[in-house]
Protein backbone atom coordinates (compact mmCIF):
# COMPACT_ATOMS: atom_id res chain seq x y z
CA UNK A 1 0.00 0.00 0.00
CA UNK A 2 1.76 2.76 -1.43
CA UNK A 3 1.25 6.47 -0.17
CA UNK A 4 2.39 9.93 -1.39
CA UNK A 5 3.16 11.77 2.67
CA UNK A 6 4.54 15.00 1.50
CA UNK A 7 2.18 17.02 3.51
CA UNK A 8 2.06 17.83 7.01
CA UNK A 9 0.82 14.97 9.20
CA UNK A 10 -1.81 16.03 11.75
CA UNK A 11 -2.09 14.07 15.07
CA UNK A 12 -6.06 13.63 16.57
CA UNK A 13 -5.83 13.07 20.56
CA UNK A 14 -9.21 11.80 21.55
CA UNK A 15 -10.60 9.14 24.29
CA UNK A 16 -11.63 5.47 23.02
CA UNK A 17 -15.05 3.72 24.36
CA UNK A 18 -12.34 1.81 26.67
CA UNK A 19 -10.67 5.06 28.32
CA UNK A 20 -7.70 4.71 26.24
CA UNK A 21 -5.85 7.39 24.57
CA UNK A 22 -5.91 7.16 21.04
CA UNK A 23 -3.35 8.92 18.30
CA UNK A 24 -5.03 9.52 14.52
CA UNK A 25 -2.94 10.36 11.36
CA UNK A 26 -5.01 11.63 8.77
CA UNK A 27 -3.37 13.12 5.27
CA UNK A 28 -5.99 16.30 5.20
CA UNK A 29 -6.42 19.05 7.48
CA UNK A 30 -8.18 18.20 10.56
CA UNK A 31 -9.63 19.88 13.49
CA UNK A 32 -9.00 19.17 16.69
CA UNK A 33 -11.49 18.47 19.87
CA UNK A 34 -10.74 19.59 23.21
CA UNK A 35 -13.18 17.13 24.68
CA UNK A 36 -10.83 16.30 27.32
CA UNK A 37 -7.76 18.73 28.32
CA UNK A 38 -6.58 16.27 30.04
CA UNK A 39 -5.91 13.73 27.00
CA UNK A 40 -4.96 16.83 25.08
CA UNK A 41 -2.01 18.26 27.80
CA UNK A 42 -0.59 14.39 27.92
CA UNK A 43 -0.45 13.81 24.09
CA UNK A 44 1.49 17.50 24.07
CA UNK A 45 3.96 16.63 26.41
CA UNK A 46 4.45 13.44 25.20
CA UNK A 47 5.59 14.59 22.05
CA UNK A 48 8.17 17.13 23.96
CA UNK A 49 5.70 20.15 23.50
CA UNK A 50 4.06 22.63 25.52
CA UNK A 51 1.23 21.82 26.40
CA UNK A 52 -1.50 24.61 25.69
CA UNK A 53 -4.79 25.12 26.08
CA UNK A 54 -7.74 26.93 23.75
CA UNK A 55 -6.76 29.91 25.40
CA UNK A 56 -2.88 29.22 24.69
CA UNK A 57 -3.02 28.76 29.29
CA UNK A 58 -0.46 25.89 29.90
CA UNK A 59 -2.06 22.87 31.05
CA UNK A 60 0.15 20.58 33.43
CA UNK A 61 -0.49 16.77 32.69
CA UNK A 62 -1.05 14.17 35.66
CA UNK A 63 -0.84 11.32 34.42
CA UNK A 64 2.40 8.50 35.32
CA UNK A 65 4.97 7.45 32.73
CA UNK A 66 4.29 4.01 31.12
CA UNK A 67 5.63 1.08 32.62
CA UNK A 68 9.18 -0.31 31.07
CA UNK A 69 11.14 -2.87 31.86
CA UNK A 70 15.39 -2.53 33.11
CA UNK A 71 17.02 -0.10 30.59
CA UNK A 72 20.12 -1.52 28.93
CA UNK A 73 23.08 0.83 29.43
CA UNK A 74 24.08 3.05 26.90
CA UNK A 75 20.30 2.29 25.31
CA UNK A 76 19.44 4.11 21.85
CA UNK A 77 17.36 1.83 20.28
CA UNK A 78 13.40 1.06 21.18
CA UNK A 79 10.65 -1.68 20.58
CA UNK A 80 7.92 0.05 18.65
CA UNK A 81 4.88 -3.01 18.67
CA UNK A 82 1.02 -2.67 17.74
CA UNK A 83 1.67 -1.02 14.48
CA UNK A 84 -1.44 -1.17 12.08
CA UNK A 85 -0.47 -3.87 9.69
CA UNK A 86 -0.73 -1.01 6.69
CA UNK A 87 1.50 1.08 8.76
CA UNK A 88 4.62 1.94 6.49
CA UNK A 89 8.29 3.13 7.75
CA UNK A 90 7.97 6.33 6.21
CA UNK A 91 4.49 6.43 9.03
CA UNK A 92 6.57 5.48 11.63
CA UNK A 93 9.55 8.32 10.68
CA UNK A 94 6.74 11.08 11.01
CA UNK A 95 5.20 9.31 14.23
CA UNK A 96 8.63 9.31 16.03
CA UNK A 97 11.13 12.02 14.45
CA UNK A 98 9.79 14.77 16.55
CA UNK A 99 11.37 12.86 19.55
CA UNK A 100 14.75 13.07 18.18
CA UNK A 101 16.81 11.94 15.32
CA UNK A 102 16.33 8.34 13.89
CA UNK A 103 19.81 7.04 12.70
CA UNK A 104 18.10 3.46 11.75
CA UNK A 105 14.77 1.74 11.59
CA UNK A 106 14.38 -2.48 11.28
CA UNK A 107 10.77 -3.01 10.55
CA UNK A 108 9.17 -6.90 10.77
CA UNK A 109 6.35 -8.22 9.07
CA UNK A 110 4.79 -8.70 12.29
CA UNK A 111 3.48 -5.36 13.22
CA UNK A 112 6.42 -4.49 15.43
CA UNK A 113 9.79 -2.30 14.38
CA UNK A 114 13.02 -1.60 16.35
CA UNK A 115 13.78 2.19 15.95
CA UNK A 116 17.30 3.44 16.88
CA UNK A 117 17.94 7.50 17.88
CA UNK A 118 21.36 9.27 17.64
CA UNK A 119 21.58 10.28 21.48
CA UNK A 120 19.89 8.43 24.45
CA UNK A 121 17.66 11.35 26.12
CA UNK A 122 15.44 10.91 22.62
CA UNK A 123 14.53 7.09 23.79
CA UNK A 124 12.60 8.66 26.86
CA UNK A 125 11.05 11.04 24.88
CA UNK A 126 9.72 7.68 22.48
CA UNK A 127 8.52 5.87 25.41
CA UNK A 128 6.10 8.48 26.28
CA UNK A 129 4.00 7.43 23.18
CA UNK A 130 3.76 3.98 24.72
CA UNK A 131 -0.40 3.34 24.76
CA UNK A 132 -1.58 5.48 22.25
CA UNK A 133 -4.33 4.14 19.36
CA UNK A 134 -3.15 5.25 15.93
CA UNK A 135 -5.44 5.02 12.99
CA UNK A 136 -4.56 5.78 9.65
CA UNK A 137 -6.79 8.75 8.19
CA UNK A 138 -10.28 8.27 8.61
CA UNK A 139 -10.46 4.45 8.14
CA UNK A 140 -12.13 2.24 10.78
CA UNK A 141 -10.51 -0.93 9.43
CA UNK A 142 -8.56 -3.04 11.73
CA UNK A 143 -5.46 -3.73 9.12
CA UNK A 144 -5.41 0.71 9.81
CA UNK A 145 -5.83 0.79 13.58
CA UNK A 146 -3.36 -0.78 16.30
CA UNK A 147 -2.78 0.41 19.73
CA UNK A 148 1.22 1.63 20.40
CA UNK A 149 3.88 -0.38 22.60
CA UNK A 150 7.28 1.28 23.22
CA UNK A 151 9.71 0.10 25.68
CA UNK A 152 13.46 -0.13 26.06
CA UNK A 153 15.57 -2.85 23.28
CA UNK A 154 18.68 -4.32 23.41
CA UNK A 155 20.91 -4.31 20.45
CA UNK A 156 24.36 -4.76 20.43
CA UNK A 157 25.76 -1.48 18.72
CA UNK A 158 24.17 0.67 21.69
CA UNK A 159 25.79 -1.53 24.03
CA UNK A 160 29.34 -1.66 21.85
CA UNK A 161 29.19 1.89 21.95
CA UNK A 162 28.66 2.04 25.57
CA UNK A 163 31.72 0.11 26.17
CA UNK A 164 33.78 2.25 23.92
CA UNK A 165 32.41 5.06 25.40
CA UNK A 166 33.05 3.56 29.00
CA UNK A 167 36.75 2.49 27.66
CA UNK A 168 37.81 6.12 26.63
CA UNK A 169 36.53 7.63 29.60
CA UNK A 170 38.61 5.10 31.79
CA UNK A 171 41.76 5.91 29.49
CA UNK A 172 41.35 9.88 30.23
CA UNK A 173 40.80 9.45 33.75
CA UNK A 174 44.14 7.13 33.94
CA UNK A 175 45.79 9.51 31.85
CA UNK A 176 44.57 12.48 34.02
CA UNK A 177 45.98 10.28 36.91
CA UNK A 178 49.22 9.91 35.72
CA UNK A 179 49.57 13.36 34.79
CA UNK A 180 48.30 14.34 38.51
CA UNK A 181 51.04 12.02 39.80
CA UNK A 182 53.76 13.13 37.33
CA UNK A 183 53.39 16.98 38.09
CA UNK A 184 52.98 16.21 42.60
CA UNK A 185 56.31 13.50 42.41
CA UNK A 186 59.51 15.09 43.44
CA UNK A 187 62.20 15.41 41.14
CA UNK A 188 64.91 12.64 41.15
CA UNK A 189 68.47 13.74 42.29
CA UNK A 190 71.04 13.44 39.76
CA UNK A 191 72.85 10.63 39.50
CA UNK A 192 76.18 10.02 41.37
CA UNK A 193 79.09 9.21 39.28
CA UNK A 194 81.37 6.22 39.57
CA UNK A 195 84.53 6.24 41.45
CA UNK A 196 87.61 7.06 40.01
CA UNK A 197 90.97 9.20 41.11
CA UNK A 198 90.27 12.07 39.02
CA UNK A 199 86.41 12.27 40.72
CA UNK A 200 87.81 11.73 43.93
CA UNK A 201 90.07 15.09 43.48
CA UNK A 202 87.40 16.70 42.30
CA UNK A 203 84.62 15.61 45.22
CA UNK A 204 87.71 16.99 47.46
CA UNK A 205 88.05 20.16 45.83
CA UNK A 206 83.86 20.50 46.47
CA UNK A 207 84.16 19.89 50.20
CA UNK A 208 86.56 22.48 50.97
CA UNK A 209 83.98 25.04 49.01
CA UNK A 210 81.48 25.84 51.33
CA UNK A 211 78.51 26.67 48.77
CA UNK A 212 79.54 22.79 47.09
CA UNK A 213 79.42 21.02 49.96
CA UNK A 214 76.47 19.87 50.75
CA UNK A 215 76.61 18.23 47.08
CA UNK A 216 79.62 16.60 47.57
CA UNK A 217 78.88 15.03 50.85
CA UNK A 218 76.16 13.31 49.00
CA UNK A 219 78.52 11.99 46.58
CA UNK A 220 80.95 10.74 49.27
CA UNK A 221 78.41 9.17 51.05
CA UNK A 222 77.13 7.27 47.79
CA UNK A 223 80.62 5.97 47.13
CA UNK A 224 81.37 4.64 51.09
CA UNK A 225 77.68 2.99 50.90
CA UNK A 226 78.54 1.34 47.45
CA UNK A 227 81.61 -0.14 48.97
CA UNK A 228 84.09 2.03 46.70
CA UNK A 229 86.47 1.93 50.05
CA UNK A 230 89.36 -0.41 49.43
CA UNK A 231 93.26 -0.43 50.57
CA UNK A 232 94.21 1.45 47.73
CA UNK A 233 91.76 3.86 47.98
CA UNK A 234 91.13 4.11 51.71
CA UNK A 235 93.82 7.11 52.28
CA UNK A 236 91.51 9.41 49.35
CA UNK A 237 88.37 8.80 51.81
CA UNK A 238 90.52 9.47 54.78
CA UNK A 239 91.13 12.61 53.31
CA UNK A 240 87.64 13.16 52.14
CA UNK A 241 86.57 12.62 55.85
CA UNK A 242 88.77 14.91 57.49
CA UNK A 243 87.10 17.43 55.36
CA UNK A 244 84.03 16.89 56.08
CA UNK A 245 84.75 16.73 59.45
CA UNK A 246 86.95 20.63 59.46
CA UNK A 247 82.83 22.10 58.49
CA UNK A 248 81.53 21.25 62.16
CA UNK A 249 83.06 24.19 63.54
CA UNK A 250 81.72 26.22 60.47
CA UNK A 251 78.08 24.69 61.43
CA UNK A 252 78.46 24.99 64.77
CA UNK A 253 79.26 28.64 64.58
CA UNK A 254 77.01 29.42 62.04
CA UNK A 255 74.31 28.21 64.82
CA UNK A 256 75.47 30.01 67.49
CA UNK A 257 74.99 33.58 64.94
CA UNK A 258 71.26 32.23 64.36
CA UNK A 259 71.07 32.15 67.91
CA UNK A 260 72.05 35.22 68.86
CA UNK A 261 70.56 37.15 65.92
CA UNK A 262 67.25 35.39 67.52
CA UNK A 263 68.29 36.87 70.99
CA UNK A 264 68.94 40.07 69.71
CA UNK A 265 65.39 40.21 67.64
CA UNK A 266 63.35 39.28 70.31
CA UNK A 267 65.52 41.99 72.42
CA UNK A 268 64.42 45.12 69.87
CA UNK A 269 61.00 43.08 69.84
CA UNK A 270 60.66 43.35 73.60
CA UNK A 271 61.57 47.08 73.68
CA UNK A 272 59.64 48.10 70.82
CA UNK A 273 56.57 46.54 72.65
CA UNK A 274 57.49 48.34 75.93
CA UNK A 275 58.00 51.99 73.70
CA UNK A 276 54.64 50.91 72.20
CA UNK A 277 52.70 50.46 75.31
CA UNK A 278 54.13 53.37 76.95
CA UNK A 279 52.57 55.33 74.25
CA UNK A 280 48.82 53.70 74.28
CA UNK A 281 49.12 54.24 78.42
CA UNK A 282 49.83 58.16 76.85
CA UNK A 283 46.85 57.96 74.86
CA UNK A 284 44.52 56.11 77.63
CA UNK A 285 45.83 59.14 79.81
CA UNK A 286 44.47 62.09 77.54
CA UNK A 287 41.31 59.66 76.90
CA UNK A 288 40.77 60.04 80.29
CA UNK A 289 41.93 63.33 81.55
CA UNK A 290 39.31 64.56 78.50
CA UNK A 291 36.62 62.40 79.92
CA UNK A 292 36.65 64.60 83.53
CA UNK A 293 33.89 67.00 84.46
CA UNK A 294 36.00 70.19 83.37
CA UNK A 295 36.50 69.18 79.82
CA UNK A 296 33.53 66.78 79.22
CA UNK A 297 30.81 69.55 79.79
CA UNK A 298 32.50 71.34 76.81
CA UNK A 299 32.07 68.34 74.43
CA UNK A 300 28.82 67.79 72.08
CA UNK A 301 27.26 64.36 72.89
CA UNK A 302 28.59 62.95 69.11
CA UNK A 303 32.21 63.86 70.42
CA UNK A 304 31.66 62.70 73.88
CA UNK A 305 29.97 59.10 72.06
CA UNK A 306 33.49 58.90 70.23
CA UNK A 307 35.55 60.05 72.81
CA UNK A 308 34.45 56.68 74.88
CA UNK A 309 34.73 54.39 72.20
CA UNK A 310 37.90 55.75 71.41
CA UNK A 311 39.06 55.24 74.66
CA UNK A 312 37.52 51.75 74.76
CA UNK A 313 39.29 50.55 72.06
CA UNK A 314 42.59 52.07 73.19
CA UNK A 315 41.95 50.24 76.45
CA UNK A 316 41.71 47.01 74.56
CA UNK A 317 44.58 47.15 72.51
CA UNK A 318 46.56 47.99 75.49
CA UNK A 319 45.97 45.40 77.67
CA UNK A 320 46.11 42.67 74.59
CA UNK A 321 49.66 44.29 74.39
CA UNK A 322 50.42 44.18 77.66
CA UNK A 323 49.65 40.79 78.11
CA UNK A 324 51.86 39.66 75.32
CA UNK A 325 54.93 41.40 77.06
CA UNK A 326 53.66 39.78 80.54
CA UNK A 327 54.12 36.77 78.78
CA UNK A 328 57.31 37.55 77.55
CA UNK A 329 58.49 37.99 80.55
CA UNK A 330 56.99 34.92 82.11
CA UNK A 331 58.70 32.45 79.52
CA UNK A 332 61.66 34.18 80.54
CA UNK A 333 61.57 33.37 84.31
CA UNK A 334 60.58 30.10 83.58
CA UNK A 335 63.54 29.38 81.01
CA UNK A 336 65.99 30.51 83.84
CA UNK A 337 64.55 28.34 86.79
CA UNK A 338 64.38 25.40 84.15
CA UNK A 339 68.04 25.91 83.49
CA UNK A 340 68.66 26.03 87.67
CA UNK A 341 66.46 22.56 87.75
CA UNK A 342 68.45 20.94 84.73
CA UNK A 343 72.13 21.68 86.12
CA UNK A 344 71.24 19.55 89.19
CA UNK A 345 70.10 16.96 87.12
CA UNK A 346 72.93 17.10 84.29
CA UNK A 347 75.24 16.60 87.66
CA UNK A 348 74.35 13.57 88.71
CA UNK A 349 73.47 12.08 85.48
CA UNK A 350 77.13 13.03 83.81
CA UNK A 351 78.99 10.93 86.78
CA UNK A 352 76.41 7.65 85.15
CA UNK A 353 76.89 8.47 81.44
CA UNK A 354 81.20 8.71 82.17
CA UNK A 355 81.41 4.91 83.49
CA UNK A 356 78.49 4.02 80.86
CA UNK A 357 80.64 5.81 77.72
CA UNK A 358 84.15 3.73 79.32
CA UNK A 359 82.76 0.55 78.72
CA UNK A 360 81.56 1.72 75.02
CA UNK A 361 84.86 3.09 74.11
CA UNK A 362 86.14 -0.31 75.75
CA UNK A 363 83.80 -2.92 73.49
CA UNK A 364 84.75 -0.61 70.39
CA UNK A 365 88.31 -0.75 70.85
CA UNK A 366 88.07 -4.38 71.52
CA UNK A 367 86.07 -4.95 68.26
CA UNK A 368 88.76 -2.93 66.50
CA UNK A 369 91.53 -5.22 68.05
CA UNK A 370 89.16 -8.28 66.77
CA UNK A 371 89.05 -7.33 63.46
CA UNK A 372 92.67 -6.08 63.12
CA UNK A 373 93.38 -9.61 64.41
CA UNK A 374 91.61 -11.19 61.95
CA UNK A 375 93.29 -8.98 59.33
CA UNK A 376 96.25 -10.14 60.38
CA UNK A 377 95.64 -13.77 59.79
CA UNK A 378 94.00 -13.55 56.71
CA UNK A 379 97.58 -11.79 55.61
CA UNK A 380 99.64 -15.03 56.73
CA UNK A 381 97.50 -17.26 55.02
CA UNK A 382 98.25 -14.99 52.00
CA UNK A 383 102.11 -15.26 52.66
CA UNK A 384 101.95 -18.98 53.44
CA UNK A 385 100.31 -19.83 50.27
CA UNK A 386 102.98 -17.27 48.31
CA UNK A 387 105.37 -19.47 50.55
CA UNK A 388 103.80 -22.99 48.76
CA UNK A 389 103.89 -21.42 44.82
CA UNK A 390 107.12 -20.10 45.90
CA UNK A 391 108.47 -23.82 46.55
CA UNK A 392 107.08 -24.50 43.16
CA UNK A 393 108.73 -22.55 40.85
CA UNK A 394 112.55 -23.12 40.00
CA UNK A 395 113.39 -19.63 41.01
CA UNK A 396 117.37 -19.26 41.61
CA UNK A 397 116.72 -16.36 44.51
CA UNK A 398 114.62 -19.16 46.23
CA UNK A 399 116.42 -18.36 49.97
CA UNK A 400 116.58 -14.94 50.01
CA UNK A 401 112.79 -14.97 49.70
CA UNK A 402 112.45 -17.65 51.93
CA UNK A 403 114.58 -15.95 54.50
CA UNK A 404 112.21 -12.85 53.84
CA UNK A 405 109.05 -14.75 54.31
CA UNK A 406 110.16 -16.20 57.93
CA UNK A 407 111.07 -12.68 58.82
CA UNK A 408 107.64 -11.75 57.74
CA UNK A 409 106.18 -14.47 59.17
CA UNK A 410 108.17 -13.88 62.46
CA UNK A 411 107.03 -10.10 62.73
CA UNK A 412 103.56 -11.10 62.23
CA UNK A 413 103.68 -13.65 65.13
CA UNK A 414 105.39 -10.86 67.78
CA UNK A 415 102.72 -8.73 66.16
CA UNK A 416 100.03 -11.02 66.87
CA UNK A 417 100.84 -11.50 70.35
CA UNK A 418 100.80 -8.39 71.12
CA UNK A 419 97.35 -7.88 69.81
CA UNK A 420 96.18 -10.82 72.17
CA UNK A 421 98.02 -9.09 75.10
CA UNK A 422 96.63 -6.24 74.52
CA UNK A 423 92.87 -7.78 74.00
CA UNK A 424 93.54 -9.65 77.52
CA UNK A 425 94.06 -6.22 79.12
CA UNK A 426 90.92 -4.57 77.55
CA UNK A 427 89.22 -7.39 78.48
CA UNK A 428 90.29 -7.03 81.96
CA UNK A 429 89.39 -3.33 82.09
CA UNK A 430 85.91 -4.07 80.78
CA UNK A 431 84.88 -6.29 83.50
CA UNK A 432 86.78 -3.78 86.00
CA UNK A 433 84.60 -1.04 85.10
CA UNK A 434 81.63 -2.76 85.06
CA UNK A 435 82.33 -4.36 88.56
CA UNK A 436 82.87 0.04 89.77
CA UNK A 437 79.07 0.70 87.60
CA UNK A 438 77.83 -2.58 89.74
CA UNK A 439 79.24 -1.12 92.85
CA UNK A 440 78.08 2.46 92.48
CA UNK A 441 74.07 0.87 91.08
CA UNK A 442 74.89 -0.71 94.64
CA UNK A 443 75.42 2.65 96.56
CA UNK A 444 72.96 4.48 94.62
CA UNK A 445 70.51 2.01 96.21
CA UNK A 446 71.89 2.56 99.89
CA UNK A 447 71.17 6.13 99.96
CA UNK A 448 67.84 6.06 98.35
CA UNK A 449 67.25 3.51 101.53
CA UNK A 450 68.58 6.44 103.53
CA UNK A 451 66.80 8.83 102.10
CA UNK A 452 63.61 7.30 102.98
CA UNK A 453 64.93 6.09 106.12
CA UNK A 454 65.58 9.85 107.14
CA UNK A 455 61.84 11.49 105.60
CA UNK A 456 60.33 8.67 107.91
CA UNK A 457 62.55 9.72 111.10
CA UNK A 458 61.01 13.48 110.07
CA UNK A 459 56.91 12.05 110.02
CA UNK A 460 57.80 10.71 113.10
CA UNK A 461 58.97 13.97 114.69
CA UNK A 462 56.68 15.82 113.46
CA UNK A 463 54.16 13.57 114.51
CA UNK A 464 55.71 13.90 118.73
CA UNK A 465 56.00 17.38 118.01
CA UNK A 466 52.24 18.30 117.21
CA UNK A 467 51.16 18.51 121.07
CA UNK A 468 54.48 21.18 121.53
CA UNK A 469 53.02 22.96 118.19
CA UNK A 470 49.74 23.50 119.55
CA UNK A 471 51.28 25.35 122.38
CA UNK A 472 52.95 27.67 119.96
CA UNK A 473 50.02 29.07 118.49
CA UNK A 474 51.01 32.35 119.03
CA UNK A 475 54.51 31.53 116.91
CA UNK A 476 53.77 32.19 113.07
CA UNK A 477 56.32 29.17 111.96
CA UNK A 478 54.23 26.54 113.80
CA UNK A 479 57.05 23.44 112.64
CA UNK A 480 59.88 22.19 110.72
CA UNK A 481 57.99 21.48 107.67
CA UNK A 482 56.88 25.46 107.38
CA UNK A 483 60.10 26.60 108.31
CA UNK A 484 61.72 24.88 105.49
CA UNK A 485 58.95 26.16 103.16
CA UNK A 486 59.56 29.88 104.16
CA UNK A 487 63.19 29.36 103.55
CA UNK A 488 62.79 27.39 99.47
CA UNK A 489 59.69 30.10 99.01
CA UNK A 490 62.19 32.94 100.28
CA UNK A 491 65.03 32.12 97.94
CA UNK A 492 62.41 31.51 94.86
CA UNK A 493 61.28 35.27 95.26
CA UNK A 494 64.32 36.41 95.72
CA UNK A 495 65.32 35.35 91.95
CA UNK A 496 62.44 36.62 91.06
CA UNK A 497 62.48 40.53 92.11
CA UNK A 498 59.09 41.32 90.14
CA UNK A 499 57.07 38.68 92.00
CA UNK A 500 55.09 36.08 91.31
CA UNK A 501 51.68 34.35 91.89
CA UNK A 502 51.31 31.98 93.96
CA UNK A 503 50.50 29.23 91.49
CA UNK A 504 54.00 29.89 90.15
CA UNK A 505 55.48 29.42 93.85
CA UNK A 506 53.30 26.06 94.19
CA UNK A 507 54.00 24.57 90.73
CA UNK A 508 57.56 24.86 91.56
CA UNK A 509 56.88 23.97 95.36
CA UNK A 510 55.14 20.59 93.98
CA UNK A 511 58.31 19.41 92.02
CA UNK A 512 60.25 18.54 95.51
CA UNK A 513 56.73 17.25 97.03
CA UNK A 514 53.19 17.21 95.48
CA UNK A 515 51.44 16.95 98.92
CA UNK A 516 51.66 20.79 99.49
CA UNK A 517 48.86 22.15 99.42
CA UNK A 518 48.23 25.72 97.50
CA UNK A 519 45.96 27.09 100.20
CA UNK A 520 48.85 26.52 102.93
CA UNK A 521 51.36 27.81 101.05
CA UNK A 522 49.67 30.81 100.78
CA UNK A 523 48.10 31.02 104.64
CA UNK A 524 51.71 30.70 105.65
CA UNK A 525 52.63 33.69 103.81
CA UNK A 526 50.32 36.38 104.25
CA UNK A 527 50.58 35.36 108.49
CA UNK A 528 54.40 35.88 107.52
CA UNK A 529 53.61 40.16 106.67
CA UNK A 530 57.49 41.41 107.41
CA UNK A 531 58.90 38.56 105.37
CA UNK A 532 56.25 38.07 102.61
CA UNK A 533 54.07 40.72 101.13
CA UNK A 534 51.22 40.75 98.03
CA UNK A 535 50.62 43.47 95.43
CA UNK A 536 48.72 44.10 92.12
CA UNK A 537 50.14 44.21 89.06
CA UNK A 538 48.45 44.55 85.95
CA UNK A 539 46.10 47.05 84.83
CA UNK A 540 42.28 46.12 83.40
CA UNK A 541 41.94 42.89 82.38
CA UNK A 542 45.35 41.65 83.28
CA UNK A 543 45.38 42.55 86.93
CA UNK A 544 47.39 39.53 88.83
CA UNK A 545 48.22 39.28 92.27
CA UNK A 546 52.02 38.43 93.00
CA UNK A 547 54.15 37.76 96.00
CA UNK A 548 56.72 39.76 96.62
CA UNK A 549 60.01 38.61 99.47
CA UNK A 550 60.37 42.02 101.89
CA UNK A 551 62.74 40.06 104.30
CA UNK A 552 65.21 42.63 104.21
CA UNK A 553 62.97 45.63 104.57
CA UNK A 554 60.84 44.00 107.57
CA UNK A 555 64.22 43.30 109.52
CA UNK A 556 65.13 47.05 109.61
CA UNK A 557 61.44 47.28 110.96
CA UNK A 558 61.33 44.47 113.57
Same mark, same amino acid.
Given at each position: MSRNFKWLWVYEIGIAADNSRTLNVDSTAMTLPMSDPTAW??????????????????????????AT !????????????? +?????? $??? *??? #? @??? =? /?????????? %?????????????? @???????SGYRIRLGSSTDKKDTGRLHVDFAQARDDLYEWECKQRMLA??????? !?MEEERLRPPSPPPVVHYSDHECSIVAEKLKDDSKFSEAVQTLLTWIERGEVNRRSANNFYSMIQSANSHVRRLVNEKAAHEKDMEEAKEKFKQA??????????? @??????????????????? =?? %?????? /? %???????????????????? #???EMSDDEIEETTETKETEESALVSQAEALKEENDSLRWQLDAYRNEVELLKQEQGK???????????? &??? &?QQALQGMQQHLLKVQEEYKRKEAELEKIKDDKLQVEKMLENLKEKESCASRLCASSQDSDYPLEKTLNSC???????? &???? *???????????????????????????????????????? &? =????????? +???????????????? +???? $?
Open positions: ATAMNNLGMAPLGIAGQPILPDLPPP !RERPPGCKTVFVG +GLPENG $TEQ *IIV #E @VFE =Q /CGEIIAIRKS %KKNFCHIRFAEEYM @VDKALYLREERHRR !RLSGILIQFEQI @VAVYHSASKQKAWDHFTKA =QR %KNISVW /C %KQAEEIRNIHNDELMGIRRE #EEMAHREDDPNKEQQ &LKL &LPIKSEREA &LLVG *IISTFLHVHPFGASIEYICSYLHRLDNKICTSDVECLMSR &L =QHTFKQEMT +GVGASLEKRWKFCGFE +GLKL $T
